[in-house]
C-alpha cells in the first residue's frame, strides 16, 4: 500500500543487520519485546538502510498473532476506520525480499513470523509455510532448552504463545499433507508434561486437545494426564472443572460412559465449590441453577436437583442490588495522556478489571437536575417541541412541550437529557475508554482467550454464550467495534432475562390465545423495574433504556434488531459507550473474585 512505500526495505538493506545474528540483539520469546529490540535498534542507528530493515522487522512483530482467525494475523488496534498494520498492506515486492531471507534469520519466533506472513500474503509459497512449520516447532524447541528468554516470571508452563507456535505448525503441517516428525511429538509431549507439573489449566487443555484433534496421542491417553493433572493439590475448582469436563470428553472419545459420567459429576460439583467463594447472592442463584441444568443433562439425579432447587429458592430471594454505583479514583476528567500512562503501568488483569469499573455511570438524578437547571434559564425552549429524525429523515419521535408551570414528566426528562448524555458519552469515550483500550492493546496482544475467566463466571452471561461474549468484548478493547456492536447488543435481552430469572420471577407473557411469549427488551425495561430494581441501581436502568432501546436517542438495540445500525453507528460514542457498559455488567458483580480467581486465571492465558 502506498503508506508503506517509503519503508520499503531491499535485500542489501537486510545485510547492513546480519539476519543470521538477530538472537545477539534480541533472545525474547515474546513477539512484542522482539518488536520493541528493533524500535530501539532503528533509533540508536544512523545507517538509513539499516533504519528501514529494523524498521521493516518491527511492522512484522507488530501484527496480532491469531492463529484461529483465518486471516491468522489481525490488526492490533482498531479505531473507527482507521487500523494498525496486516500481511495485506506489504507489498508483493517486499513479501518477495522477505521470502528470500526468512530461512537464514537465526531468531526461530522472527524466522517463523517472516515466513508464516509470506504465506499468507501468497499461498503459491509453499516453501515458506514449511519453514514457518519448522520455525515454530524450533520455537518450541529453543524454549525448552531455555534459549529464549521470558519477560514475566510465571509458574504456569509452557506459555501461551508456546501453545500457540505449536497450534499454528501443525495447522499449516495438516494443510501441506507433511507426516509429523518424531521431534515434534517429543516436543509436543514435553510441552504437555511441563503443562501438567505446572498446573497450568488452559495450557494443558489446549495441548490435550490438540494433541488428540492432530493424532499426536490418543483419548485414552488425555483421559490418563486428565487424572494426574487432577491428583495434584491446591487445584482451583475453577480450574479442577475445565480439567473434569475434558476427562469426561475424552472418556466419551472411547465409549466409556460410566468413567465419562462420572467426570461429569465432578466437573459439575466444582460449581459448588465456586459458589462458596463468592458474597453474591446473584453469583451464587446463577452458579445453583447451572448445577441444576448440568445434573438434570446427565441424568439420573432427582433428589439430589430437587435438594438443589431449595437452595435455589433461598439464594433468589436473598439477591438484592448487586448492581449499585461507587467510586473508583481513577482521575477520570484528567488529559488523556494521564490514562494511557495509567493503563500503561498495570499489569493485564488490573487493566482489564480497571477499565471495567471506570465511574462513567451517569446518574438519573443529577440528569435531571441539569434538564430542570437548562429549563428555569432559558424557559421558552420548553414551549417548543424538538423532532427527531432518522438517516433517511422519517420523523421517529417528538420531544413534548411543556410550559412553564408544568410538573415535568418523565417523558420531557427523557427526551430533554439526551443532549447532555450525548456530550457525557462523547467526553468519557475520548477521555477514558479510548485511552484506555490503546494503552491495554499496546502492551498485550489480547484476544478472546483472556475473557474466559469472566464470561464463564459472570452471572450475566448465560450458560452457552461465553464464547460470543468473550469474543465481543475482546473485539471491543482491540477497537473493532462494528463486530463488538453485532456480537454484545443482541445479548443484552436475554442476559437480562437471565438475571430475572435469577432472583426467582419469570419473564415470559401469557397471550390471548393462551401461548406463552417471552417478553422483549423494552417490555424488561418497563414492565420489570420491580424485578430489576432488585438487581440493578436507578441509574443503570435509567441508562440502559437511554441508551439501548429509547427511540429518540442512540437506540442501539433496536436499530440493530432491525438491520438499522450502519457502520458511522456503530463507530460512534455512544456504541463505543454501549460496548463498555455490557463489559461493565459482565464484571461487575465479579469484584469479591478477582484477586484470588479471576486476576490468577486472566495472567494464565496471557503466558
Known amino acids: ?3 508503506l512505500a517509503e519503508k520499503f526495505a531491499s535485500s542489501s538493506d537486510f545485510e547492513t543487520i546480519e539476519v543470521c545474528k538477530i538472537k545477539s540483539i534480541t533472545d525474547a520469546l515474546e513477539i512484542h519485546h522482539i518488536e520493541l529490540a528493533f524500535i530501539k535498534m532503528k533509533e540508536a542507528s544512523t545507517d538509513p538502510r539499516q533504519k528501514k530493515a529494523f524498521d521493516t522487522f518491527r511492522i512484522l512483530c507488530s501484527f496480532h498473532f491469531a492463529p484461529d482467525d483465518p486471516g491468522v494475523f489481525i490488526p492490533r488496534f482498531q479505531h473507527g476506520t482507521q487500523r494498525s498494520l496486516i500481511p495485506r498492506d506489504i507489498s508483493p515486492e517486499q513479501i518477495q525480499i522477505l521470502a528470500k531471507i526468512a530461512p537464514r534469520i537465526d531468531h526461530p519466533v522472527l524466522r517463523a513470523r517472516v515466513a508464516d506472513v509470506c504465506w499468507v500474503n501468497n499461498k503459491k509459497m509453499r516453501d515458506m509455510a514449511q519453514v514457518a512449520a519448522d520455525a515454530y516447532i524450533n520455537s518450541a524447541e529453543q524454549y525448552l532448552d531455555d534459549q529464549l528468554s521470558i519477560s514475566i516470571a510465571t509458574s504456569h508452563k509452557p506459555p501461551s504463545p508456546i501453545v500457540d507456535f505449536l497450534g499454528r505448525a501443525l495447522q499449516i503441517q495438516k494443510t501441506l499433507n507433511i507426516q509429523k516428525t518424531r521431534k515434534t511429538i517429543s516436543i509436543f509431549n514435553s510441552c504437555l508434561k ?3 507439573e505446572s498446573k497450568s489449566t488452559r495450557g494443558f487443555c489446549t495441548l490435550a486437545r490438540m494433541g488428540a484433534n492432530y493424532k499426536l496421542i490418543d483419548w485414552r491417553a488425555v483421559a490418563e494426564n486428565c487424572k494426574t493433572f487432577l491428583a495434584q493439590p491446591e487445584i482451583i475448582p475453577m480450574a479442577a472443572r475445565e480439567v473434569w469436563s475434558l476427562a469426561a470428553q475424552a472418556y466419551s472419545k472411547t465409549n466409556n460412559n460410566g468413567e465419562s459420567r462420572s467426570c461429569s459429576i465432578n466437573a459439575a460439583d466444582q460449581l459448588l465449590l465456586m459458589r462458596d467463594q463468592t458474597t453474591s447472592a446473584i453469583a451464587k442463584a446463577s452458579w445453583t441453577r447451572d448445577l441444576i441444568s448440568e445434573l438434570r443433562q446427565i441424568g439420573g439425579l432427582k433428589e439430589r436437583v430437587e435438594s438443589l432447587i431449595l437452595e435455589l429458592e433461598q439464594y433468589a430471594g436473598s439477591s438484592t442490588e448487586e448492581y449499585a454505583t461507587f467510586t473508583l479514583d481513577l482521575n477520570i476528567n484528567k488529559p488523556r495522556k494521564h490514562y494511557q500512562r495509567l493503563f500503561g503501568k498495570l499489569d493485564i488483569s488490573d487493566a482489564l478489571q480497571h477499565l471495567s469499573l471506570l465511574n462513567i455511570i451517569p446518574s438519573k438524578v443529577g440528569l435531571h437536575a441539569e434538564c430542570l437547571k437548562r429549563r428555569n434559564e432559558s424557559f421558552l425552549g420548553s414551549f417548543f417541541s424538538t423532532v427527531h429524525l432518522d ?7 417528538k420531544t413534548p412541550t411543556l410550559d412553564f408551570k408544568t410538573t415535568p414528566t418523565e417523558e420531557w426528562y427523557d427526551h430533554d437529557c439526551l443532549v447532555d448524555l450525548d456530550i457525557h458519552y462523547r467526553i468519557h469515550v475520548a477521555s477514558a475508554i479510548h485511552p484506555a483500550c490503546e494503552s491495554i492493546m499496546r502492551k498485550y496482544s489480547i484476544d478472546s482467550r483472556h475473557f474466559w475467566p469472566i464470561v464463564s463466571e459472570s452471572p450475566f452471561v448465560p450458560r452457552g454464550y461465553e464464547h460470543i ?13 462494528v463486530s463488538a456492536s ?4 443482541p445479548q443484552l435481552e436475554n442476559s437480562l432475562r437471565h438475571l430475572i430469572s435469577q432472583v426467582g420471577q419469570h419473564t415470559y407473557k401469557i397471550n390471548p390465545d393462551s ?3 417471552n417478553q ?8 420489570s423495574d420491580s424485578h430489576l430494581s432488585k438487581i440493578f441501581h436507578e441509574d443503570y436502568l435509567y441508562l440502559l433504556r437511554q441508551l439501548f432501546e429509547f427511540k429518540a436517542g442512540p437506540s442501539l438495540r433496536h436499530k440493530l434488531a ?10 460512534s460514542a455512544p456504541a463505543i459507550f454501549g460496548c463498555w457498559v455490557i463489559y461493565h455488567l459482565c464484571c461487575a458483580p465479579l469484584k469479591s473474585l478477582w484477586e484470588y480467581n479471576i486476576g490468577p486465571q486472566i495472567k494464565e492465558s496471557l503466558l
Open 562 to 571: 432491525h438491520g438499522l445500525l450502519h457502520t458511522q453507528e456503530c463507530l
Open 194 to 196: 511441563e503443562s501438567i
Open 391 to 397: 438517516k433517511d429523515g422519517k420523523q421517529i419521535a
Open 520 to 527: 422483549s427488551l423494552s417490555q424488561l425495561l418497563k414492565n
Open 1 to 3: 500500500m502506498n503508506h
Open 486 to 489: 453485532y456480537l454484545l447488543f
Open 515 to 517: 401461548t406463552e411469549e
Open 469 to 481: 461474549f468473550a469474543t465481543g468484548i475482546a473485539k471491543f478493547i482491540q477497537g473493532d467495534v
